[in-house]
């Protein structure tokens, strides 16, 4: 099989290499798209402590079922699917919830075991056993499909925001993530949701989707802009989908009483700080949320938002490399041309 062949940071390959035989309880997938996600881009730039390379990475995996172990029932070949990317050890408190993403020992498709940058990829037994595998409709095309990992991951920030009807909601950074966030709150009847971000070709990419107001954040103070938006109220949903420091005080600055913040995106590890007015978040009973990742719940509420056609993936994806160019992908994917960008075996 032709596969990327992550070798150290700034160095893949694309080559032929033995096709994988899936072995008791495992699960060969034949691939068909692996969207380019931010953790890989910032893989093959940096490294990354738990991706030994050699490594194949990616794991927005969107294929088919092509052979079954031995012992594996319940799947049968061809059969669309992609994988929730976090393989739980099965022995801790939150596998024992299905929580895998917040497993004490966890083990991520793409990053300890080979990913889906490649014609074929292994399900290993853990991940088969753990429910790991999600059906997708028929229907849905792969690049769409491939786009279910992403969603699940903005539907497990959401999930903690709870966005009602008449809120307004301010999300921070236009990228995929981002727009994703601001459709969701959106359609959750969020009554205004301004998307900021410093780009003004970011910002005019978002014009597709409707009903978000865009705001370049570099030329216009975000802070005064939504106190002014809502006659000094605040926002009642902030979501910051950019590892800026500043931004993140910047979303304590704006929240209402009673607003819910998502911390969505990590920041630099060599500063991890901020600075913020804590009383704000006492005397104005403001919730702060982390999300990292998502479950298997989560994927199967994404493929189902995209199957109904209320977040329409296809507006997502400006961008799609056969996989022998997976480096302009990820070159493409980190000047942030586009929005989401799509690797195809074919
Ligand atoms: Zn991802
Ligand atoms: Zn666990």
């Not at 408190?93 to 990829?121: I, S, V, W």
């Not at 539907?155 to 009807?165: A, P, R, T």
């Not at 060599?270 to 982390?290: A, M, Q, W």
């Not at 994404?302 to 400006?318: E, H, N, P, Q, Y």
Request: hydrophobic share 40%; proline share 5%; charged share 25%.
């Amino acid at each position: 099989m032709k596969a990327a062949i992550y070798l150290g940071p700034g160095k893949i390959e694309v080559k032929e290499v033995p096709t994988p035989k899936p072995k008791e309880g495992e699960i060969l997938l034949k691939i068909n798209t692996c969207a380019v996600c931010g953790t890989d881009v910032r893989i093959y730039y940096h490294g990354q402590a738990n991706v030994k390379p050699p490594h194949i990475i990616g794991h927005e995996i969107a294929g088919t079922i092509e052979e079954l172990g031995k012992g594996v029932q319940g799947f049968r070949k061809s059969e669309k699917v992609t994988s929730v990317t976090c393989v739980g050890c099965q022995k801790c408190k939150f596998c024992a919830q299905h929580l895998y993403n917040l497993c004490d020992t966890p083990r991520y498709l793409g990053y300890f075991y080979p990913g889906a940058f490649a014609e074929y990829m292994i399900i290993p037994k853990e991940a088969v056993d753990g429910g790991n595998i999600v059906k997708a409709p028929e229907k849905l095309s792969f690049p769409e499909i491939s786009l279910v990992e992403p969603l699940s991951c903005v539907i497990n920030g959401q999930d903690f925001l709870k966005v009602k009807k008449g809120d307004f909601a301010v999300v921070f950074g236009a990228g995929p993530i981002g727009c994703m966030h601001a459709e969701i709150a959106r359609a959750a009847g969020a009554s205004t949701v301004v998307l900021f971000d410093v780009s003004d070709s970011r910002l005019e990419l978002a014009k597709r989707f409707a009903g978000i107001t865009l705001l370049n954040s570099s030329k216009i103070d975000p802070v005064k802009k939504v106190m002014e938006m809502t006659g000094n109220c605040g926002a009642d949903v902030i979501v910051v989908a950019c590892g800026v420091n500043a931004v993140q005080e910047q979303a304590v600055a704006i929240a209402a009483k009673r607003a819910r913040i998502s911390m969505f995106a990590g920041l630099p590890k060599d500063n991890p700080y901020i600075k913020f007015d804590s009383n704000l978040i006492h005397y104005k009973e403001i919730s702060v949320f982390g999300a990292f990742a998502s479950n298997k719940e989560q994927y199967e509420r994404a493929l189902k938002l995209i199957a109904s056609g209320k977040i329409d993936a296809k507006k997502f994806i400006t961008n799609s490399f056969p996989l022998k160019d997976i480096v302009t992908a990820f070159e493409t994917t980190k000047k942030g041309a586009g929005l989401k960008t799509v690797v195809t075996m074919e």
